[in-house]
C-alpha cells in the first residue's frame, strides 16, 4: 500500500500536504512506467524555478529514461518555494524513495483543496486496473 | 494499455516469462527490455543478444516476372544481385519519398523480401497492385515463417553448435544459405543484422519458434548470449548509422537526403522504376542532409526538436539515444545544407531550452573502424 497521508493523480504524481506548504512527487508506478525498475535508465530530471506559480494541472517539468519523456504536472496550484536539487544529480532516489526523498518541488498551495484527487486506495485500484 | 488488440508472436509467451516489459510496437505486443537498456546495448556489442523479429514481414515473389517487378518497385537492382546475395532497397512512390526500406533475398527465380512490421499491409498493397499483368504471385508468408537474429561477436560460434550441413565461417555478410537448424531441415540462414555486429538471421517455422529460441540461449549461455528487446535493437541500429523507417525515412523524407543512395541504382538497363525521375531530380539538387549529433548536455536529442545555429533555425532531429558505446547522448537530423559539416556547433532547442551539440561523423560506431 501506497502512503495514506496524501494524494495522488491518474498521471501518477503525488500531493502532500505539511502546514502551510504542499510537495509534490511521482509514484513508484511513474518511475517504474520510465526505467522499468533499471534505475541507470533514468538520465534526467528538469524542475522549475522558485517564485514560479503553477496553475493545478500545469506541466512545470520533465522527466527522461534512456527511452521516454514524461511531463510533470502539479496536482494543485501554488508557488514554488523549493526544488529538490539532490534528485538532479542522484536520479536512483527516484527509484529507492519516491514518497519521502524523491520529493520534487515544495509549493506554496493557493488552495489546499484536494477534493478532486484520489485517495491511496482510489490510486491503487487505478493502477492495478492499468496493470492488466 | 489495451493489449487485446494487438498481435503476438509465437514467443509472446516466453518474454512474459523472462519479465519483459512487452509495449506496442507497429500493431504487435513486443519485448522492449528485458533488463536495462545499456545493458543490452552493451551484451550485443561485447558478447551475443538473441532478438525476437517475429512482427516483421516476410514476402516471397515467386514466377517468372518476379525479378522485373521487383526491379520496378524496389530501388535496388535486383536482376544484378548475384544468387544467393542479399541487398538493401526502399520501395518508393513517384514522388521519390519511400513507403518502405527492405532487404532482398535474391534466389534463382524468385525474391524473398524483409520489410518493416508497421508497414507490412501497405508493402504488400503497393506489390500486388504492380504485379497486376506481370507473370508472379506475391506470398505474405509472415505467418507461416518465424525470424530470430543472433547478434554479436559470439554469433558464429553459438549459431554453428545448432546448424548441421553447412559451415558458418564459409557464409559472408549479406549472404544467405540454407542448413539444418536444432534438426529443422532447409532453414534460410543470412547474415545480416540491424546492430552494426556480425551475426545472422533465421526463418523457421513459428512451430519450432520456441524449441530454437531456448536451445540457443542454452547453447550460448557461456557466450554471454541474452535475449534483447528492441529498445537496445534501436540504439544498436542508431550507433551504426542504420536508418529507422519513420525517423530517418518516411512519407515525407527520401532515401537521397537520408544517405542511402547505396541502396538506389539509377543504372539504363534496371529500366524505369517508381521514384526513379523524382529520385535523380533529388540527386541533382539536395536541400538538406541527414546528419549525426553528439551532445555533452544531459538532454537526449529527440524526434521533432528543432536545431539552431546561432538564431537561426537549420534542421530538426530525427531519432535520438544515450550511447553506451560512445558514451554520450548521439542523434541523427536534418539540416539545410551548408551546416552538415562535421564539426559544426549547433543547438538543440528542447522545449524552449538550449542545449550544444556538434556534427558527429556517421556512422557513430562501425566494429571494422578502429
New interface residues.
Given amino acids: 500500500m501506497r502512503p495514506d497521508d496524501r494524494k495522488y493523480t491518474k498521471a501518477h504524481e503525488w500531493v502532500l500536504l505539511d502546514g502551510d506548504v504542499a510537495l509534490f512527487g511521482i509514484t513508484d508506478f511513474a518511475v517504474e512506467e520510465l526505467c522499468?525498475g533499471?534505475e541507470?535508465?533514468l538520465?534526467?530530471c528538469?524542475l522549475p524555478e522558485e517564485g514560479r506559480t503553477l496553475e493545478a494541472g500545469e506541466t512545470f517539468g520533465?522527466i527522461?529514461s534512456?527511452?521516454a519523456?514524461a511531463d510533470l504536472n502539479a496536482p494543485i496550484g501554488g508557488v514554488v518555494l523549493e526544488t529538490n536539487e539532490a534528485i538532479e544529480e542522484h536520479l536512483e532516489i527516484l527509484s529507492t524513495d519516491p514518497f519521502k526523498k524523491g520529493w520534487m518541488v515544495k509549493i506554496k498551495p493557493n488552495n489546499k483543496n484536494l477534493d478532486g484527487l484520489l485517495t491511496a486506495g482510489e490510486y491503487e485500484a487505478y493502477v492495478a486496473e492499468?496493470a492488466h | 494499455?489495451d493489449t487485446a488488440a494487438l498481435q503476438e508472436t509465437p514467443l509472446h509467451d516466453v518474454h512474459a516469462a523472462l519479465g519483459a516489459?512487452m509495449i506496442d510496437f507497429g500493431g504487435w505486443h513486443m519485448p522492449?527490455?528485458y533488463?536495462?537498456?545499456?545493458?543490452e546495448v552493451r551484451t550485443v556489442r561485447n558478447a551475443c543478444g538473441l532478438f525476437d523479429l517475429g512482427h516483421m514481414g516476410r514476402f516471397h515473389i515467386t514466377g517468372p516476372d518476379a525479378i522485373k517487378l521487383v526491379d520496378k518497385v524496389a530501388t535496388n537492382f535486383c536482376a544484378k544481385i548475384p544468387v544467393g546475395a542479399i541487398r538493401y532497397a526502399l520501395f518508393c512512390l513517384e514522388n521519390g519519398n519511400p513507403i518502405d526500406d527492405v532487404l532482398l533475398y535474391r534466389e534463382e527465380q524468385d525474391v524473398f523480401i524483409v520489410v518493416n512490421a508497421g508497414n507490412l499491409e501497405r508493402d504488400l498493397a503497393h506489390l500486388q497492385k504492380h504485379a497486376e499483368g506481370m507473370d508472379c504471385e506475391v506470398i505474405d508468408q509472415s505467418r507461416e515463417l518465424d525470424m530470430l537474429a543472433l547478434q554479436g561477436q559470439h554469433s558464429e560460434a553459438i549459431l554453428q553448435r545448432l546448424v548441421e550441413d553447412c559451415d558458418l565461417s564459409e557464409l559472408k555478410y549479406y549472404r544467405y544459405t540454407w542448413g539444418t537448424l536444432c534438426g529443422i531441415p532447409n532453414v534460410r540462414i543470412s547474415r545480416t543484422g540491424y546492430t552494426g555486429e556480425d551475426g545472422f538471421e533465421v526463418y523457421i517455422p513459428p512451430s519450432s519458434s520456441k524449441v530454437v529460441w531456448e536451445n540457443l540461449l542454452v547453447q550460448g549461455a557461456d557466450l554471454g548470449l541474452k535475449p534483447i528487446g528492441l529498445?537496445a535493437r534501436?540504439?544498436l541500429r542508431l550507433e551504426a548509422g542504420m536508418a529507422l523507417y519513420g525517423h530517418e525515412i518516411d512519407d515525407n523524407h527520401n532515401p537521397i537526403e537520408a544517405g542511402l543512395s547505396f541502396g538506389i541504382r539509377f543504372a539504363e538497363e534496371k529500366g524505369d522504376w517508381l521514384g526513379r525521375e523524382a529520385l535523380l531530380a533529388v540527386k541533382a539538387d539536395p536541400k538538406k542532409q541527414l546528419i549525426g549529433i553528439t551532445t555533452d548536455g544531459?538532454?537526449?536529442p529527440?524526434q521533432g526538436h528543432k536545431l539552431f545555429r546561432g538564431d537561426t533555425e537549420v534542421g530538426y532531429v530525427v531519432s535520438g539515444?544515450?550511447s553506451p558505446t560512445i558514451e554520450t547522448n548521439i542523434g541523427t537530423a536534418y539540416v539545410t545544407l551548408g551546416n552538415e559539416e562535421v564539426g559544426t556547433e549547433l543547438e538543440l532547442d528542447i522545449?524552449g531550452?538550449r542545449q550544444a551539440c556538434v556534427v558527429a561523423p556517421q556512422p557513430f560506431y562501425s566494429r571494422t573502424r578502429k
Fill in positions: 522499468n533499471n541507470g535508465d538520465v534526467y528538469d520533465e527522461e534512456v527511452k519523456v492499468k | 494499455m516489459r522492449v527490455q533488463g536495462p537498456i545499456l545493458d529498445g534501436d540504439t544531459k538532454r537526449v529527440r539515444s544515450v522545449n531550452k
